[in-house]
């Protein structure tokens, strides 16, 4: 069985705090692994693609890295704006994308 | 770039009517596009991954009889949920990539099906 778990399921943020959330996946035959921000009514967003093992991507506030030996990622994000709430997705590849439950995230005002 | 447009993105139908899906790619073509399904409090879980002008592979479980993939063009492929009941009410996402199926793939906004 191929899992992909990411915790936690929710979480409120004050706006200005920082936050990081994990998504942990297989070690074995690993190839990719996604990020993606997911507004409500909107299509998901690829957020990151990471390949290599230390691999540590950053878009503007938001950051991730990759620990492919343990098998976990984990996605920050620095000084928290209302636009941030969103549910943030990970996806594993190997063959094909497997996806996490994703993490909702809310920032409070 | 990179968007993917999706319709509807919500349709209501009765038990036993077909109802289809379609998946554009607006400003880049997509060699391979994929249907996902996410039932809700789950994640999204890939039903099927199509390539232009070929035969659509279906994963285990899927019934290909039922979800029929057309994927006749390098931008746009449909998904129709054939004779639908209300076990097939769900939330319906395509994404499609630009390369051979590896690299970032880009969503449309879903369509949520439902099926009275």
Known sequence: ILNVEQSPQSLHVQEGDSTNFTCSFPSSNFYALHWYRWETAKSPEALFVMTLNGDEKKKGRISATLNTKEGYSYLYIKGSQPEDSATYLCAWRAQKLVFGQGTRLTINP | ?116
């Open chain 2, 1 to 116: 770039g990179a968007v993917v447009s999706q319709h509807p993105s919500r349709v209501i139908c009765k038990s036993g009517t077909s109802v289809k899906i379609e998946c554009r790619s607006l400003d880049f073509q997509a060699t391979t596009m994929f249907w996902y399904r996410q039932f809700p409090k789950q994640s999204l879980m890939l039903m099927a991954t199509s390539n232009e002008g070929s035969k659509a592979t279906y994963e285990q479980g899927v019934e290909k009889d039922k979800f029929l993939i057309n994927h006749a063009s390098l931008t746009l492929s449909t998904l129709t949920v054939t004779s639908a009941h209300p076990e097939d009410s769900s939330f319906y996402i395509c994404s499609a990539t630009e390369g051979q199926g590896t690299d970032t793939q880009y969503f449309g906004p879903g369509t949520r099906l439902t099926v009275l």
